[in-house]
């Protein structure tokens, strides 16, 4: 196992993540306890020492389960983090209420990595509210010793994180980010990096194989990626792109059974970044590939001022091609839903004025009732 120095700390650079742990009968609320005590035994026993929870994994069964089984190692061989559940609203005045559950749920007298859990655009202004005092409140735990480490995790825009690096930044040691070779452009993943590296934050990284789509690849880069390394997995050429950002210190990974847990244990038995040349050649596949699933907006804005409900079209087509491209997921959803309401799909009249001036002769108003009655928004 590769280990990443953080502070005094050396991490695994592998972590497991909990939030897709083995489950019964399809339920996610139902962990197969059996088959998730294997694998976290079985991840202790071979090098990783950094296991992810939070509050609403698996319905909240996963904290449960992380801490029914760690307690059998001792404390100080292993990392545990969970987060503080901001992505939920109606949690923002319960921080204490919440973080003492946390520590009974999973059994321990100490967290050693605590989030801010997915700053976005829909929580933003209630995270930095200090009428719900939580960074307060996170910061007399750490002096207390219950937090030895404070970090946030996001999925929002470059700007939203800026901001919460304005107000908070000089608190926070960590950040953990969606990145894998798919979103380096595609959600201006290289740019929220670039970030964190100005601000000397090291990097955590969420969803490198995003949900399991990236395990497997079209023919075509598949070919492309095999002409380069013709040993490597296909999942096993995200975690090399992974290997080679600079500042990225822990890879977390939902592994759902042992094949994959062992797959990727054995990946992270040696150091083997892309090249630059590799990392062209696979970025330059996956960016036309994208290019050619989704709407080819530029971002010109010519369809806004030509649009009477005033709707950020540009912003709406990217999320929409997010959604196609990637089956789902709640990215877009999440960011519609933080929209006002009159900026939303559903608001379009199909009045087509902005489809007249369109450069790329995108059927926007097409794309608006598709998007919402994707969405229901």
Not at 134 to 157: D, M, T, V
Not at 196 to 201: M, T, V, Y
Not at 215 to 231: C, D, G, Q, V
Not at 289 to 316: F, M, R
């Amino acid at each position: 196992m590769i280990y990443k120095k953080f502070q005094d700390l050396q991490l695994s650079a592998l972590g497991l993540g909990m939030m897709r742990l083995p489950v019964l009968g399809g339920d996610d609320n139902t962990v197969d306890e059996a088959a998730a005590a294997e694998m976290i035994d079985y991840a202790y026993h071979n090098g990783i020492n950094y296991f992810d929870t939070a509050w609403g994994y698996h319905g909240g069964n996963s904290e449960l389960t992380v801490g029914k089984y760690l307690a059998r190692y001792p404390r100080d061989r292993y990392y545990l983090a969970t987060k503080f559940p901001g992505y939920d609203l109606s949690n923002m005045d319960k921080v204490e209420e919440i973080f003492e559950a946390q520590l009974a749920k999973c059994q321990t007298p100490y967290f050693d990595f605590y989030l801010f859990h997915n700053v976005y655009e829909g929580n933003i202004d209630a995270y930095l509210n200090p009428e719900f005092g939580i960074l307060e409140y996170l910061l007399k735990q750490k002096e207390n010793g219950r937090i030895r480490h404070l970090g946030f995790s996001a999925h929002g825009s470059a700007e939203v994180i800026s901001r919460f690096l304005d107000a908070y930044g000089k608190h926070m040691e960590f950040c953990q980010l969606q990145i894998n070779y798919m979103d380096w452009h595609f959600q201006n993943a290289q740019e929220k990096v670039a970030l964190l590296d100005k601000a000397g934050i090291p990097v955590w990284v969420m969803e490198p194989l995003r949900g399991g789509k990236l395990a497997s690849a079209s023919a075509e880069l598949t070919a492309a990626m095999k002409a380069m390394r013709p040993k490597e997995t296909v999942p096993g050429f995200a975690f090399r792109f992974l290997q080679s950002i600079p500042g990225v210190t822990m890879v977390l990974s939902g592994m759902s059974t042992m094949e994959q847990l062992k797959a990727n244990i054995d990946t992270y038995s040696t150091d083997e970044p892309l090249s630059e040349e590799e990392t062209s050649t696979l970025l330059k596949y996956v960016d036309e590939e994208t290019k050619k699933g989704g709407l080819p907006c530029t971002s010109c804005h010519y369809c806004t001022s030509h649009c009477p409900k005033k709707l950020p079209i540009p912003e709406l087509i990217a999320l929409y091609n997010e959604h196609k491209l990637t089956g789902g997921g709640f990215i877009a959803p999440m960011a519609v839903a933080s929209m006002p309401q009159e900026q939303r799909p559903a608001n379009c009249i199909g009045c087509r004025g902005c489809e007249q001036v369109c450069p790329q002769q995108i059927k926007i108003s097409e794309m608006m009732t598709e998007f919402t009655s994707m969405i229901g928004m």
